[in-house]
């Protein structure tokens, strides 16, 4: 069973369109995350999220709503894509207590043409 | 700041030779340490963690990381090199403000080729 899921793995779109980005995990964690891999493959935390409720929101434009319907999913959605959106988007979760330990979904690569 | 810094960007070795990946962070109060690796088009998959105790940690695929408080450093070392090991290894710290404002500060990786 995949640990923490996201989907689609690929996502290609043309500029000024609205998209999402699904994640579940079935690790029964409190705490999710997105982060971003840009082109460089540097990584760097965008949201997390505690039991459904907003922890970190680390100046990441408007157009970036991240959504916890409960706490087991994990959806991104963004608005008006710019072409400097295109990166690697990571999903994760983390267990209490272990500093940020995190297990990663498979990522999503978004082109943004 | 809390920071981690992978000095080598790019790194070659030969099959069966050994490897050391260096990791350099930057963290006020005890850290919680990380190794994660990336193959290509992959997820990242947790090696090993260093949170307290021993500061030798084994991992998984025959890695291990030393832990060095006065040298701020967290290197990962294995002592034969497979070709399945060639990707991107990237060393991360947990940084935690209490509460759940957990993150984990990640440096720029090193990317592992393996000659055969």
């Known amino acids: 069973d995949t640990a923490v899921s996201q989907t689609p793995k690929y996502l290609v779109t043309q500029m000024g369109n609205d998209k999402s980005i699904k994640c579940e995990q079935n690790?029964?964690?409190?705490?999710m995350y997105w982060y971003k891999q840009d082109s460089k493959k540097f990584l760097k935390i965008m949201f997390s999220?505690?039991?459904?409720?907003?922890?970190i929101n680390e100046t990441v434009p408007n157009r970036f709503s991240p959504k916890s319907p409960d706490k087991a999913h994990l959806n991104l959605h963004i608005n008006s894509l710019e072409l400097g959106d295109s990166a690697v988007y990571f999903c994760?979760?983390?267990?209490?207590?272990?500093?940020?330990?995190?297990?990663f979904g498979q990522g999503t690569r978004l082109t943004v043409v | 700041a809390q920071s981690v810094t992978q000095p080598d960007i790019h790194i070659t070795v030969s099959e069966g030779a050994s490897l050391e990946l260096r990791c350099n962070y930057s963290?006020?109060?005890?850290?919680?340490l990380f190794w994660y690796v990336q193959s290509p088009g992959q997820g990242l998959q947790l090696l090993l963690k260093?949170?307290?105790?021993?500061?030798l940690v084994q991992g998984i695929k025959g890695f291990e990381a030393e832990f060095k408080r006065s040298q701020s450093s967290f290197n990962l070392r294995k002592p034969s090199v497979h070709w399945s090991d060639a990707a991107e290894y990237f060393c991360?710290?947990?940084?935690?403000?209490?509460?759940?404002?957990?993150?984990?500060?990640f440096g720029t990786g090193t990317l592992l080729a393996v000659q055969p």
């Open positions: 994760a979760s983390s267990p209490p207590a272990r500093g940020a330990e995190a297990f």
């Open positions: 690790l029964g964690h409190d705490t």
């Open positions: 999220y505690n039991n459904k409720e907003l922890i």
């Open positions: 963290y006020g109060a005890t850290p919680y």
């Open positions: 260093y949170f307290s105790g021993d500061t």
């Open positions: 991360a710290v947990g940084a935690i403000d209490g509460g759940a404002t957990n993150k984990l500060i």
